[in-house]
């Protein structure tokens, strides 16, 4: 009994961590922004993400227009956000970015 408990305790905390992993995260978003949206959208993450607020990022979100927002705050990166990498691995994360420091969420990003 005691090593199916054990067994269960250890299934439980991995799935845990690993169900962590798989949702998108402000700071990776942030990140991605820096690394590689800025030199194409030249300017600040903070700009780009109060280009919208919270209501309308969402929006854009809940109706699949988010590439048209991106591209509409950014359209020196219209070319990425059309690219199947960015839909699979960044639009989340990016995402969580603009909806933390969109211009009326009163928070301001460090980028």
Do not use: R
Not at 64 to 80: D, R
Request: charged share 25%.
């Amino acid at each position: 009994m005691k090593s199916f408990t054990k067994v269960a305790m250890a299934s439980l905390l991995g799935l845990a961590v690993l169900s962590t992993t798989a949702y998108a995260d402000v700071a990776k978003g942030q990140k991605l922004y820096t690394k590689k949206l800025k030199s194409l959208c030249k300017t600040s993450g903070a700009k780009f993400a109060a280009s919208y607020t919270q209501m309308e990022w969402e929006t854009a979100k809940d109706e699949g227009k988010l590439t048209e927002a991106f591209t509409e705050a950014c359209p020196g990166g219209e070319e990425m956000f059309k690219g199947d990498k960015f839909k699979n691995k960044y639009e989340s994360h990016i995402y969580d970015f603009v909806y933390e420091y969109a211009s009326d969420s009163g928070n301001v990003p460090s980028c």
